[in-house]
Nanobody, 116 residues
Framework: QVQLVESGGGLVQAGGSLRLSCGGF????????MAWYRQAPGKQREPVAT???????IYPESVKGRFTISRDNAKKTVDLQMNSLKPEDTAVYYC??????????WGQGTQVTVSS
């Protein structure tokens, strides 16, 4: 069973930076997209960055210009660079991989806390 593994979360002051990494999907083939989602307490899980197989990236307005998703196809890892962090970015961040057949794979999540 594939289990994605996230790392890099933690506590940071507002305006600071964190880099999240996700691996553990070396056995997943025909990847359609990779993404990072987040879920704050009492809120629904939402996507914060998506990268398609052709490299096309999508960001919601709330993180555009501050977050950058990148991938290493050889290592099968996907990272999320988060700059200019705000308290409202506080959430559990999840890595997501979707294959060409629409199957979703998720990590266990990593906590990001931004203090004001």
């Amino acid at each position: 069973q594939v289990q994605l593994v996230e790392s890099g979360g933690g506590l940071v002051q507002a305006g600071g930076s964190l880099r999240l990494s996700c691996g553990g999907f070396a056995s997943i083939f025909s990847i359609k997209s990779m993404a990072w989602y987040r879920q704050a307490p009492g809120k629904q899980r939402e996507p914060v960055a998506t990268i398609a197989s052709d490299g096309f990236t999508i960001y919601p307005e709330s993180v555009k210009g501050r977050f950058t998703i990148s991938r290493d196809n050889a290592k099968k890892t996907v990272d999320l660079q988060m700059n200019s962090l705000k308290p409202e970015d506080t959430a559990v961040y999840y890595c997501n991989v979707v294959n060409n057949w629409g199957r979703n794979y998720w990590g266990q999540g990593t906590q990001v806390t931004v203090s004001s």
